[in-house]
């Protein structure tokens, strides 16, 4: 891909959310400049200045789902990213941690900026096997594979994850 529109990548922060049964929450996104191109991420998004990324990662949680924690686990992975959205590229470095709900369910009104209005689609819960077996586009693309090794004891972190 060529150069990014940015000089240097945008520092960000993810949640690999777990619930009672080792289900993950992705959240189902589209460019609005291109409603073919869709995916499945990680609830998460940019740091603001000064912010460190496990706090980053914990306000986005609550800003995209409405699932507000108190505690925010290990650092999995660092994922790398160079990407195309509405018409710009881009060029990210994402922090993931683990985290558990004990509540699935909402606790806050989720507040959507506008760009994520316009790119939101949704979220849901999965189960590995539906994660595992899905053709849609998810992000990391490895994501079955990492939750398998994770949910098996068998995840050695930090990673570092290029796309």
């Not at 240097?8 to 291109?34: N, T």
């Not at 990407?83 to 060029?91: A, E, K, L, M, V």
């Not at 316009?118 to 849901?124: A, F, I, N």
Request: charged share 30%; with cysteine.
């Amino acid at each position: 891909m060529p150069a990014t529109n940015t000089p240097s990548p945008r520092l960000g922060a993810r949640v690999l959310l777990l619930d009672a049964d080792d289900r993950v929450l992705l959240i189902h996104a589209k460019d609005p400049d291109d409603p073919d191109h869709r995916w499945w991420e990680l609830p998460g998004g940019g740091c603001d200045p000064g912010e460190a990324a496990r706090d980053a990662a914990r306000r986005e949680l609550a800003e995209e789902t409405g699932i507000a924690l108190g505690d925010i686990g290990i650092h999995l992975w660092d994922r790398e990213s160079r990407f195309t959205y509405r018409g710009r590229r881009h060029h990210r470095i994402d922090a993931v941690f683990l985290a558990r709900a004990t509540e699935t369910a909402p606790a806050l009104a989720p507040r959507h900026s506008a760009n994520e209005q316009s790119g939101l689609l949704g979220w849901r819960w999965w189960a590995h096997d539906e994660l595992a077996a899905t053709r849609d586009k998810v992000l990391p693309a490895n994501l079955a594979e990492l939750h398998a090794d994770l949910i098996a004891g068998r995840l050695e972190y930090p990673l570092t994850l290029h796309d």
